[in-house]
């Protein structure tokens, strides 16, 4: 009769130590998801850091290798067609879309032939020579880890820079 018994409480004890196991590996597995997730958010996100920090050096060189004495005075962004796509398919969360935006702070004769919205100079009271520009860069991305990445809302960083020049 102990026999019996033994031999029930084993398979009672097997069982419940391969529930307990089961349920530690499916936790397991859970929190590594989420690391895994917020790994590669973070890392998007620190994409989009190192882009918007690129892009403004880029503007500010743009601006100051910009020659004020002629007829083209403003620089008003860094490419003409003012988004620029960045990876392989920005719309499937697979890349960046970077806006860079210049305005101009300084006195009027310097920045008179600039767009009307890039002027922020009336009335700025400043030796001819003083020039600042406001970098704007917008990095917008869309989360890699959406079920639907096409769908997905997109996310934006937005770096705002004063520079004088």
């Not at 009769?1 to 597995?29: C, Y």
């Not at 998007?44 to 190192?50: D, F, G, I, M, S």
């Not at 620029?84 to 310097?110: C, K």
């Amino acid at each position: 009769m102990m026999h019996k018994q033994r031999k029930a409480f084993s398979m009672i004890t097997a069982l419940f130590v391969i529930i307990l196991m089961a349920s530690v590996a499916g936790f397991v597995m859970n929190l590594s998801g989420k690391i895994v997730q917020e790994s590669t958010a973070e890392y998007q996100k620190e994409q989009a850091v190192l882009f918007a920090k690129s892009y403004t050096e880029l503007a500010i060189m743009a601006v100051m290798s910009n020659d004020r004495n002629t007829t083209n005075v403003c620089v008003s962004d860094i490419e003409a067609i003012n988004v620029i796509p960045i990876g392989a398919s920005v719309s499937n969360a697979q890349g960046y879309n970077v806006e860079t935006r210049i305005a101009f702070i300084g006195p009027n004769s310097d920045i008179d032939s600039c767009a009307d919205t890039r002027e922020l100079g009336n009335p700025v009271t400043a030796s001819s020579d003083e020039l600042n520009i406001i970098v704007d860069v917008y990095v917008r991305y869309k989360d890699i880890n959406h079920p639907t990445p096409s769908s997905a809302p997109w996310i934006t960083y937005h770096r705002r820079t004063l520079q004088k020049i």
